[in-house]
């Protein structure tokens, strides 16, 4: 059989990459893999007579794209932590943990597209995001602008939510040892029995949402698997993928029956929401408005500061419950 025809792939005006290198742009944004500093936006302004794209092989866009995801894939098929659910809890979580430790591997399994759970608006669709105090100081940490009223108001106000969400995101996608898999959905738990019975928690099994959302309807298509000794699961209350993992546990017999959501109550709910983020079974800890379905707890509505902070404490719990059980690993480090 002849071999498939070889391309030559473009280059760069007759220049070899390079070993990637940080170059500053002259917005001081880093430019990664660059051979030179690449030209201004006000330098292009008014040249579009002439203006054209550098050549490129289709191929060159696919190779990129799946080699750096299943790259991605391998490195954090063990991770250290994963996070279920990248809405406002599961976002601050992931941003404590990558700031506080560099060193571990943290993986986000989002069942959307874009992530960001229904903290892209406030309530009923309006744009404003409302905090209660002490919250603020979260805002203060990850650089989000907002309004106060001054000492006396209980509340501050962020113009857009769309504003606290992308800036979560970019704050958290730039950590080098922070993944986000979107458009993927946890089907499972990967559990094991300890000695004396009790079950733990060991892993996420995951697939991608489109896959999960036709199970009924094709064939069988299995799933794929990552291993981790801490699942932080944050997916919100209970909905389509809403308060998955704390379904499946109590599907187990590992934790009791859910406590149900309750009726709206700010006062009550987000004080609730912040102290009850624990870990509930042995290697998941969970936090948001997931905990409600475990714990009964009040709905809290459209203000985001229990969210935050849950993440905050959630973080703190995944590390505390990380180093505990560092001796409980297996022969090789393996949970």
């Not at 209660?132 to 009223?149: H, I, T």
């Not at 962020?158 to 080098?176: I, N, R």
């Not at 699961?233 to 209970?238: E, I, K, M, P, Y």
């Not at 909905?239 to 998955?244: D, E, L, S, V």
């Amino acid at each position: 059989m002849a071999p498939v025809a070889v391309y030559p792939e473009p280059t760069n005006n007759g220049q070899v990459a390079t070993k990637l290198s940080a170059i500053p742009h002259a917005s001081g944004v880093p430019v990664t893999g660059a051979v030179k500093p690449q030209a201004t936006v006000e330098e292009m302004a008014g040249k579009w007579s002439d203006f054209r794209f550098r050549p490129i092989r289709e191929s060159q866009v696919s190779r990129e794209m799946t080699r750096r995801y299943f790259s991605d894939l391998d490195k954090y098929a063990e991770s250290d932590i994963v996070i279920v659910g990248a809405g406002s809890c599961g976002l601050s979580t992931a941003y404590c943990l990558a700031k506080a430790r560099p060193d571990l591997k943290i993986a986000i399994i989002e069942a959307n597209v874009s992530p960001g759970g229904g903290a892209w608006l406030g309530g009923q669709l309006f744009s404003a995001m409302i905090m209660r105090k002490p919250a603020d100081a979260f805002l203060r940490e990850v650089g989000v602008p907002y309004e106060d009223a001054g000492e006396d108001s209980n509340y501050v106000t962020v113009k857009h939510a769309a504003l606290f969400t992308s800036t979560m995101l970019s704050k958290v996608l730039q950590f080098p040892n922070v993944k986000l898999f979107n458009a993927t959905s946890v089907e499972d738990l990967i559990t094991r029995r300890s000695p004396d019975g009790t079950l733990r928690v060991a892993g996420v099994v995951t697939n991608w949402t489109l896959v999960t959302m036709h199970h009924d309807d094709q064939s069988c298509m299995d799933p794929n698997t990552i291993n981790a000794p801490i699942i932080v699961s944050t997916t919100g209350h209970d909905g389509p993928f809403g308060a998955f993992c704390v379904k499946r546990m109590v599907a187990m017999d590992a934790i009791p029956a859910l406590g149900g959501m309750r009726g709206l109550d700010m006062n009550v709910a987000e004080d609730a929401i912040v102290k009850g983020t624990r870990e509930v079974a042995p290697g998941l800890i969970v936090g948001g408005m997931e905990l409600s379905e475990v714990d009964g707890a009040n709905r809290m509505g459209p203000t985001f500061g229990a969210m935050a902070l849950s993440g905050v404490k959630a973080a703190e719990e995944a590390l505390k419950v990380f180093e505990e059980r560092r001796e409980q690993c297996n022969e090789g480090g393996k949970w």
